[in-house]
């Protein structure tokens, strides 16, 4: 696993993580850093989630008679796959509600982990939007900080 984190200074760190039994004491000096540090996001990520929180709903959304242009290709395929522009409304919404429940999940754990009132609402708006891939690191640094508990 890598980890990214911006320091108060601005300078950003990358640190590789082998997360296993025997290297938890390295897993905790990273949490430690990493808890309260900001997410570093590529501009091709940052592109590609926000083109799919616009597009998804436009094409779940709109009426099937209106043409979409460069979309009209992949709400074609999607209304093929689940027959209906209702599955695939029903779809997005079940997504959206997994996601929230995701983000919830998150700004618990973030409070057990005493991160800060505005770095709980930044762990809630990257599990919302990129759901289970960004709850995991706090469920790895919830787990270290478990281990550390142990140790003291």
């Not at 960004?134 to 550390?148: D, I, N, P, W």
Request: with cysteine; aromatic share 8%.
């Amino acid at each position: 696993m890598v980890v990214s984190y911006v320091l108060p200074s601005g300078e950003t760190k990358r640190i590789h993580v082998l997360y296993e039994q025997g290297s938890q004491r390295d897993v905790v000096a990273v949490a430690r850093r990493f808890l309260h540090a900001r997410f570093e996001v590529g501009v091709l990520e940052v592109f590609v989630v926000l083109m799919m929180l616009v597009l998804l709903p436009v094409i779940a959304f709109t009426d099937p008679s209106t043409h979409l242009g460069v979309v009209e290709p992949v709400r074609s395929l999607g209304l093929a796959i689940f027959r209906s522009q209702l599955a695939l409304q029903l779809l997005l919404l079940a997504a959206w509600i997994a996601h929230l429940l995701e983000a919830c999940v998150a700004v618990l754990k973030a409070r057990k982990l005493q991160v800060g009132g505005l770095n709980e609402l930044s762990w809630f708006a990257g599990v919302f939007i990129l759901g289970f891939p960004c709850l995991r690191f706090l469920l790895v640094l919830e787990q270290a900080s478990k281990g550390t508990k142990k140790h003291r």
